[in-house]
């Protein structure tokens, strides 16, 4: 394929791409390699007559902008071109006569022509943009059409899909390396997975399959302004893959599979509530939701959990937030019942029958 380039996951890098995107500690969100490393990698790039291009995409406050900045000094050399996508590491490198070429990351935001087509003019040494394999492909086609720059989109490699600059796994997992990969499941249930990934930049939710263009070669090979990424990071994910170039934006998809259809409420008439806690052997804490039903000790009660199960319980003793015990529990309250071995958070608590007075 025309116009490939790849992210290397390792040293070992069998590829006949145009470019290697080296994600280096420091400044990139998924590093790979060390400075120790470059001399190794130039050596490698120059014997292949390939161009070597530094992946600076980690988030910066002021502070460690700066501090970027100074290390730069010390990387620079061994690169041909320089990807960022923070804008006050974009003007340090526009500004700074010994950088020649720039590759701006615009993957999470800026998809209309006019934001693009600022951004490609900013500095003559803008000389690609990075696009979101998200765009629809008859808007992406235009693009490369009418931008005054080529641009790139990701042909094959997991997807991250969400970020944030906070340690969130830290408090779980004291001790992991910053390589490790962690399954997340919903607690409704749901057999839908996604990896979280942990290093000093951050939390990073990946999606599971890999993200793939194969089948669409024949489509992109007229593509003449457009550069192709191959992404080796995180080969210990799942090898499922699913396809891209969608003819519309489906990002918004997600959210359904995100959404558990079993805890969804069936009949608002006998709905009462939701499980919101669980002391094993001693109680199950609900919530009551519904404004025109109240719970009593006799009631039967129907409880579905999230993962399908259904329960049936007789309420033979309500307790009140104080632990004292009540008649009834209406709208709004937290009241607690019996435990019931197999109820999870997140059931759904229905009035099947009541004792008739």
């Not at 590829?15 to 050596?43: G, Q």
């Not at 199960?309 to 709208?331: A, P, S």
Request: a neutral charge; glycine letters at 4%.
């Amino acid at each position: 394929m025309k116009n490939k380039v790849f992210v290397p996951g390792s040293l070992d890098i069998q590829t006949d791409a145009l470019e290697w995107i080296i994600a280096l500690e420091s400044f990139s969100r998924f590093p790979v390699f060390f400075e120790k490393d470059l001399l190794t990698l130039k050596e490698l790039a120059q014997k292949k007559k390939v161009k070597l291009v530094l992946e600076w995409d980690i988030l910066m406050t002021e502070c460690v902008l700066e501090e970027r900045k100074k290390q730069f000094e010390n990387v620079f050399s061994f690169f041909d071109a320089f990807r960022v996508q923070d804008l006050g590491a974009l003007n340090f490198l526009v500004n700074k006569a010994n950088v020649q070429q720039v590759q701006l990351i615009l993957d999470h935001g800026n998809h209309n022509l006019f934001s693009l087509e600022h951004f490609a003019k900013v500095s003559s040494k803008i000389e690609r943009l990075i696009l979101s394999p998200q765009i629809p492909k008859e808007i992406l086609k235009q693009y490369q059409d009418k931008l005054s720059c080529p641009i790139e989109i990701l042909f094959l490699g997991h997807l991250p899909i969400s970020y944030t600059p906070r340690k969130l796994l830290a408090k779980h997992f004291p001790v992991h390396k910053s390589d490790d990969v962690f399954k997340i499941q919903s607690k409704e249930g749901q057999k839908f997975v996604l990896n979280a990934v942990e290093n000093q930049n951050g939390t990073f939710l990946i999606y599971d399959h890999l993200f793939t263009l194969e089948g669409e070669e024949q489509e992109v090979a007229s593509w003449d302004k457009c550069f192709f990424r191959f992404d080796d990071r995180f080969k210990s994910l799942s090898d499922k893959k699913f396809s891209g170039l969608f003819k519309e934006n489906k990002t918004a998809e997600l959210f359904v599979h995100l959404k558990n259809s079993l805890i969804e409420r069936k009949d608002e008439g006998t709905y009462l509530g939701e499980v919101v806690d669980i002391h094993k052997e001693h109680f199950i804490g609900i919530h009551l939701q519904n404004p025109k039903e109240v719970l009593r000790r006799q009631d039967l009660l129907c409880i579905k959990t999230p993962e399908g199960r259904i329960k049936e319980l007789m309420v033979k003793d309500i307790k009140n937030f104080l632990l004292e015990k009540i008649e009834e529990g209406k709208h709004e309250g937290i009241v607690f019942i019996p435990y019931l071995s197999g109820v999870t958070v997140r059931s759904s608590v229905y009035l099947l029958e009541r004792e008739k007075c």
